[in-house]
């Protein structure tokens, strides 16, 4: 069983920045690749990021892109999504995500590509 624990959200003004992080833990932990989801109340869930763990290789929504930064720590289980230039239409629930096999069925950018969810982390951006 995989623990996925975001912290970092907050409160911050548009244009301002935030630094999400997300700890990975369970019994030897692995993963083929980590996404970042955010959901609005009343909205569908929505990709923001996505990393294959084993190369780094990054994907971002095109809403973010340019602003987000997707990166991890191997030896710590660890992602981090840096996000700069910050706007009102930002504010959601931020959700990690782990892939924990291949890129084969549902497409990255779909939830359930993903088989282990943290919590969320609140992040509020206000103009």
């Known amino acids: 069983q995989v623990q996925l624990v975001e912290s970092g959200g907050g409160l911050v003004q548009a244009g301002g920045s935030l630094r999400l992080s997300c700890a990975a833990s369970?019994?030897?932990?692995?993963?083929?690749?980590m996404g970042w989801f955010r959901q609005d109340p009343g909205k569908e869930r929505e990709f923001a990021a996505y990393i294959r763990w084993n190369d780094g290789r990054t994907f971002y929504a095109d809403s973010v892109k340019g602003r987000f930064t997707f990166s991890r720590d191997i030896a710590k289980n660890m992602v981090y999504l840096q996000m700069d230039s910050l706007k009102p239409e930002d504010t959601a629930v931020y959700y990690c995500a782990s892939r924990a096999t291949g890129d084969y069925g549902s497409p990255y950018y779909e939830p359930n590509a993903y088989h282990y969810w943290g919590q969320g982390t609140q992040v509020t951006v206000f103009s």
């Open positions: 369970g019994r030897a932990f692995s993963t083929y690749a």
